[in-house]
Nanobody, 117 residues
């Protein structure tokens, strides 16, 4: 069973930045996709960013370039940097890692990000 453990969340003032980390118990280079979702209170979980095994990054259109996903294959850690944070970024952020054959997705337990105005 794969374990993903997020860290780096907390309280941050609007305009600041955060860097979230997600440590994997399995080599992240072996996954087809890794990425981040978030879920704000009362809302559906939404994708924030993902990265393929070849290193291509995809973001949701409304991120305004404030999010950056990266990974360290040697340390098996996935990162998400959030710049110029806004109150609407307040959410629980979940990392995930996915295989496509067979299709399987593994999730972390989530880390809370709260942005004060």
């Amino acid at each position: 069973q794969v374990q993903l453990v997020e860290s780096g969340g907390g309280l941050v003032q609007a305009g600041g930045f955060l860097k979230l980390s997600c440590a994997s118990s399995r080599r992240i280079a072996s996954f087809n996709y890794v990425g981040w979702y978030r879920q704000a209170e009362g809302r559906q979980r939404e994708m924030v960013a993902r990265m393929t095994d070849s290193g291509r990054a995809d973001y949701t259109d409304n991120n305004e370039g404030r999010f950056a996903i990266s990974k360290d294959n040697g340390r098996n850690i996935i990162y998400l940097r959030i710049s110029n944070v806004k109150p609407e970024d307040t959410a629980v952020y979940y990392c995930y890692a996915a295989d496509t054959a067979p299709p399987r997705t593994f999730w972390g337990q989530g880390t809370q990000v709260t942005v004060s105005s």
